[in-house]
């Protein structure tokens, strides 16, 4: 049997980094060429355009760090939601509900998020869980009220909400068939 994959989705931060460090980049190398093309001018003062040579370093360094920053946080969520599926434990948790997140605005359209909850048999706390952000709604599709969430007790923190496992999409599975 193959394994299935989860789906991670593409966070806003990842595209917001996606603009911002090639934007430092222009920033960084651009302000070098246009330094070098000014000092080549006569009539310039040297300070003003070391002047420039600093404010274009600055916003450059401020857009390619807030950018590889963003990288590396989308890579480090990606990285524990892994975690939590391969070395965390599998739980049933129940569904609490289904809302739209009005946080978030893409398009015009709000997100839906799964939240469920689950109570530790051994220690009695109950843990909540939210799903990512889903641009359709879910609940239509949902063919059951408990939803598997991969954690790492104690503290149930990373976690990935296995949305995908309780919809019914439509598609039919193939059958096998062995000679």
């Not at 190398?29 to 040579?53: A, F, T, W």
């Not at 009695?124 to 869980?129: A, Q």
Request: hydrophobic share 40%; aromatic share 12%.
């Amino acid at each position: 049997m193959a394994k299935r994959r989860h789906k991670m989705g593409l966070p806003a931060q990842t595209i917001a980094a996606i603009v911002l460090i090639p934007l430092g980049l222009l920033f960084l190398i651009g302000g070098r060429y246009l330094v070098e093309y000014l000092r080549k001018q006569p009539n310039l003062i040297e300070e003003d355009i070391s002047q420039l040579s600093r404010v274009f370093g600055l916003i450059g360094i401020v857009f390619l760090g807030i950018g590889v920053l963003l990288v590396l946080w989308v890579i480090l969520k990606v990285l524990l939601a892994h975690r939590a599926i391969k070395k965390g434990h599998f739980v049933k948790a129940k569904l609490v509900r289904v809302y739209q997140n009005y946080s978030v605005s893409v398009r015009g359209l709000y997100p839906y998020v799964v939240e469920c909850s689950y109570t530790d048999p051994e220690s009695g706390k109950t843990f909540k869980f939210r799903s990512k952000n889903i641009f359709y709604d879910p609940e239509p599709l949902m063919t059951s009220d408990e939803i598997p969430v991969y954690a790492e007790p104690p503290r149930y923190r990373p976690y990935f909400v296995d949305i995908d496992a309780v919809q019914n999409t439509g598609k039919k599975k193939k059958k096998t068939t062995r000679k």
